[in-house]
């Protein structure tokens, strides 16, 4: 496969590849699968475990044994395309929120406190980006007031919670995966 999957951190690349494509998926499985509990009257609680994923890769310096630039733009245009039938709002989004990250990093330590910063950062970066690449579009997207309340602050919660609990298993899979 163009030399890519071989090498150094051989494994790490495959694993990094396996599980970006299967939350990509499964983002969309468990909105799908759980709309009657992430969406109440105008909340929409947006689950992002994707995103969650890239703000580990750079936390834990995988973009230094991985192209995280181009998996990002490769997972942003594969969720456009399927998600939205367009290509856009996450293929030039996800890029910007690794990269939100990674200069948050060289400031920010590895701890749960940082990660949580980063996160939030993140997450504030893309849905930013994403609702004013909405309202560029001529969607109807509603008011910022609206979207804030109902939609950003809901899945950021969501999202930080998530995260804390998935700390210490995905420090300890790149721990070992780095390793090796």
Not at 29 to 50: C, D, E, R
Not at 84 to 90: A, D, H, K, S
Request: aromatic share 18%; charged share 10%.
């Amino acid at each position: 496969m163009f030399g890519f999957f071989n090498g150094y951190h051989a494994k790490l690349k495959w694993i990094f590849a396996i599980i970006t494509f299967f939350l990509l998926f499964f983002d969309g499985a468990l909105f799908a699968n759980m709309a009657g509990i992430l969406t109440k009257g105008q909340s929409h609680v947006m689950p992002m475990l994707l995103v969650i994923w890239f703000v580990y890769a750079v936390l834990f310096e995988l973009d230094l044994d991985l192209p995280i630039y181009m998996w990002a733009i490769l997972a942003g245009l594969i969720y456009d395309v399927f998600y939205f039938g367009v290509i856009g709002e996450f293929t030039v989004g996800l890029p910007i929120m690794v990269w939100v990250s990674k200069q948050l990093r060289y400031y920010l330590s590895d701890s749960i406190v940082s990660l949580c910063m980063i996160i939030i950062l993140s997450i504030t970066a893309l849905q930013i980006f994403t609702y004013v690449a909405a309202l560029i579009a001529g969607l109807d997207v509603g008011n910022a007031a609206d979207y804030v309340v109902h939609t950003f602050a809901p899945s950021l919660a969501l999202n930080v919670v998530v995260a804390i609990i998935l700390y210490l298993p995905i420090r300890q899979l790149f721990r070992k995966l780095k390793e090796i």
